[in-house]
């Protein structure tokens, strides 16, 4: 880096300290965004407003800071514990301070040895009153681990100064592809989803929020009133066929044949996916929008669901639902279909129903033998 920037950095960082809010910080760092370190501590004015800062490295470190085991050591959701765990740690040791900020990182950055999982980092900022935070994929193979370092480093420092509602300078350099996806607490966009200000909203299963995903996974469309382990089933099948797609639960809250969801019913059933998996809402009434907004996606769904997918009823005419058809092609959607026992007991599958072959070709059978759950949330209520 050069020289000149070097200094430019510090600035930012002397201007932070130097800022009319009183604020101290904890950080907890781990796997990336180390360079923030010597850009933080470096500066005259550090030990006021630095009160801790932990690099959790190994696995095994990771795990004792936590005080439990990850499922996934690059995740939002452990950057969010990291960042509560930063807080709390520094209330508990200082007492005498008021307007406290824990900082959690995690990061997966280029390496010398080879690995399939992208490079990208996750961080949280938290405070008393706010809990927000970033993500970001770096185009594979495109920098060097330093260049990377120094790119989530400086997005640490953007993410100090944001949280005490002050402006900075910085000035981050990403390629056309990459992203940096702002997270925040839900409760704010899905007032705006509501009142169809947004078209979807993806809430974390750490239960962060953004309106700003590129995603072309797997998606497992419900109502989930309640969530079962049927699918809970459904979504461990997802992950372990599907590779390294992203799976997800999608919950509209509009239907076709329900009452639309009010907002604390939204939010109620939202929290059953806290701390399991992340969640999509949209406003979506039928798959051709929620493929529109998710093109190239993959659901995964019921026999009932695909009978009514398939039903005429639900078109203005023949030609809608031929329309439609050729819709899914264009937008490269698939569905993956989830037989079960009927009222007889009998198991229904896809072959069990009647489909137009120019349809066949964008469904696939789970069959029987790899997942089958007879059980619905109507049983359960």
């Not at 950080?27 to 360079?35: D, E, F, Q």
């Not at 439990?68 to 950057?79: C, D, F, G, N």
Request: hydrophobic letters at 35%.
């Amino acid at each position: 880096m050069k020289n000149t920037e070097e200094l430019q950095i510090r600035n930012i960082v002397k201007n932070l300290y130097e800022s009319s809010v009183d604020a101290s910080y904890s950080l907890a760092i781990t796997g990336g965004g180390i360079k923030v370190v010597d850009w933080l501590l470096s500066v005259p004015g550090a030990s006021n407003k630095i009160l801790e800062v932990v690099l959790p490295y190994s696995g095994t470190s990771l795990n004792k800071y936590l005080g439990s085991s990850i499922q996934k050591s690059v995740s939002l959701e452990t950057a969010s514990k990291l960042a509560n765990k930063s807080y709390e740690e520094a209330l508990c040791n200082n007492p005498d301070k008021n307007n406290l900020v824990g900082i959690g990182v995690t990061a997966s950055l280029e390496t010398n040895r080879f690995k399939r999982s992208q490079n990208k980092f996750y961080m949280v900022a938290k405070s008393h009153e706010k809990l927000f935070g970033y993500s970001l994929v770096f185009e594979k193979g495109s920098r060097d681990r330093v260049l990377e370092d120094q790119i989530t480093s400086k997005v640490i420092i953007s993410l100090m100064y944001e949280v005490l509602d002050l402006k900075n300078d910085f000035k981050i350099n990403l390629f056309r592809k990459e992203k940096l996806i702002r997270y925040s607490k839900l409760e704010k966009l899905i007032d705006q989803l509501i009142q169809a200000k947004k078209d979807y909203v993806f809430i974390d299963q750490s239960g962060l929020a953004t309106d700003d995903i590129d995603f072309s996974g797997v998606l497992i469309p419900g109502s989930f009133n309640p969530l079962h382990r049927g699918h809970i089933g459904i979504l461990e099948y997802g992950l372990k066929a599907f590779g390294h797609f992203d799976v997800f639960f999608e919950l509209s809250i509009s239907n076709v044949d329900k009452p639309s969801l009010n907002r604390d019913e939204l939010i109620d059933r939202v929290r059953q996916f806290r701390g399991l998996s992340g969640i999509i809402i949209t406003r979506s009434t039928t798959f051709l929008q929620k493929s529109k907004l998710f093109p190239g996606c993959k659901f995964i769904v019921g026999i009932d669901t695909m009978e009514r997918i398939w039903d005429e009823k639900y078109y203005q005419s023949k030609k809608d639902l031929q329309d439609t058809i050729s819709d899914f092609n264009e937008l490269g959607v698939k569905f993956f279909v989830v037989g079960r026992s009927n009222e007889s007991g009998d198991f229904k599958s896809l072959s069990n129903i009647e489909i137009d072959e120019r349809f066949e070709k964008l469904v696939s059978e789970i069959p029987e033998k790899d997942f089958r759950v007879d059980i619905s949330s109507k049983d359960l209520r």
